[in-house]
T-cell receptor, first 109, second 114 residues
């Protein structure tokens, strides 16, 4: 079945450094969504990418959808302590989304 | 809108007991999802409803788990009998259309079965 893998599983960065997480699907995706879950919290929807090669930005966050629509990335520029959490990508299977394994980001002040 | 409301926030129960988790979706959202999150298995979809009708329950672990949605504003996930391996955070999420705009998750119920 469809699998969505993310790397790395964990990432510790110094505050101010950049961070990137990668999402890879075993199948072509019609779209991909990204979520952030703060420690002890619940996943919060960040963005959806639909088009091949699409790039979207939200302040210091840059999201990219691969040309083949099987991979995606999230890049954070100059991390801050508020960026701490786990970032998930999710790919659709009909109307349900399969969540990736997540990348847990820790930012050291 | 108050968002997706789940209760209780925490539940500790003894093995063999019945557990009922509750969810109130956002008004007007036609889709409701139940997810389970553990360190080992991540976020797993258990079941989802569309217009109160169960559409896909392929993620429900076994017959001990059941879910209902008697009306558009209420859903329950029941585990009977509960086992220690059911310990997890259970999230309910709702959506107007999952393919556009994602899900809104509730705060979750942390279940501990001892």
């Amino acid at each position: 079945g469809q699998q969505v893998m993310q790397i790395p599983q964990y990432q510790h960065v110094q505050e101010g450094e950049d961070f990137t997480t990668y999402c890879n699907s075993s199948t072509t995706l019609s779209n991909i969504q990204w979520y952030k879950q703060r420690p002890g919290g619940h996943p919060v929807f960040l963005i959806q990418l639909v088009k091949s090669g699409e790039v979207k930005k939200q302040k210091r966050l840059t999201f990219q959808f691969g040309e083949a629509k099987k991979n995606s990335s999230l890049h954070i520029t100059a991390t801050q302590t508020t960026d701490v959490g786990t970032y998930f990508c999710a790919g659709p299977r009909a109307y349900k989304y399969i969540f990736g394994t997540g990348t847990r980001l820790k930012v050291l002040a | 809108d108050a968002g997706v409301i789940q209760s209780p926030r925490h539940e500790v129960t003894e093995m063999g007991q019945e557990v009922t988790l509750r969810c109130k979706p956002i008004s007007g959202h036609d889709y409701l999802f139940w997810y389970r999150q553990t360190m080992m298995r991540g976020l797993e979809l258990l079941i989802y409803f569309n217009n109160n009708v169960p559409i896909d329950d392929s993620g429900m672990p076994e017959d001990r788990f059941s879910a209902k949605m008697p009306n558009a504003s209420f859903s329950t996930l029941k585990i009977q009998p509960s086992e220690p391996r059911d310990s997890a955070v259970y999230f309910c999420a709702s959506s107007l259309n999952p393919l556009y705009g994602g899900y809104t998750f509730g705060s979750g119920t942390r279940l501990t079965v001892v």
